[in-house]
């Protein structure tokens, strides 16, 4: 395919492309969506340690410091792709898991390519750091936080050694089981207008604020989120 080809498929295509992706946000405005989203991610968790040879380390989710879930990540391609999917992430706090915020994964890639698909992405925040880093509105994965496959199954290897290597392990589901997936050069993004409707706030929501103070309070709407959060997580870190 000469060169001169592949830049005008593009070009041509890169408009429809683009348009899809309005269809995605508009689907899940928080106009009876915010719900359905806080009990899809709940589900989402619980299949991610359903099946222990096919699931993250017990020691990394023991010790994980936030945890995001992002159902549905639209990945699309024809000439040029691109993928966007709407979730939600909680942070342990000294009391639980912590208010909830509405957030959005957003990226692109160039190249030729024919298809899309749909995917359940799980991130596992390690730093420390990350209620602060999540709460900053906007950054790129494996750019200001590096980003790794997660590791699965209860190989030793995987559980001695993942504190080393990455600050946020990532997890996909396409086919019925999850595996460990790279999403360097996606844009995590806070989804102001959710965290407005689901706290009821005329003006942006502090997402540290939020990612900080215990969810003992929470809104009913995120509550699948935070519910599951404590039975397939746990309430509590493990030792450092």
Not at 21 to 33: C, S
Request: glycine share 12%.
């Amino acid at each position: 395919m000469s060169l001169r080809f592949s830049r005008s498929l593009a070009l041509a295509v890169f408009p429809a492309v683009c348009a899809m992706f309005p269809v995605v946000a508009v689907a899940q405005e928080p106009d009876g969506k915010l719900a359905e989203r806080a009990r899809k991610a709940g589900e989402i968790l619980a299949e991610l340690v359903r099946e222990p040879d096919h699931s993250p380390p017990r020691s990394l989710l023991r010790n994980a410091t936030c945890v995001a879930v992002v159902p549905n990540v639209l990945q699309v391609g024809l000439g040029v792709g691109g993928k966007a999917g709407f979730g939600l992430a909680s942070c342990r706090t000294a009391t639980g898991w912590s208010l909830p915020t509405y957030m959005a994964l957003k990226g692109g890639t160039f190249g030729f390519q024919i298809g899309g698909q749909s995917a359940d992405v799980v991130l596992v925040f390690m730093n420390r750091d990350a209620p602060r880093q999540i709460g900053s509105s906007s950054f790129d994965l494996g750019g200001q936080a590096s980003i790794a496959a997660g590791p699965v199954g209860r190989n030793l290897t995987a559980e001695t050694d993942y504190k080393l290597n990455a600050e946020i392990y990532s997890y996909s589901k396409t086919k019925g089981l999850f595996a460990g997936i790279t999403l360097s050069g996606t844009k995590w993004e806070i989804d102001s207008k959710a965290n407005r409707a689901a706290y009821g706030k005329a003006t942006d929501v502090d997402v540290t604020e939020l990612l900080t103070t215990s969810g003992d309070r929470a809104p009913e709407v995120v509550r699948p989120f935070l519910t599951s959060l404590e039975q397939n997580v746990g309430p509590q870190g493990g030792a450092e």
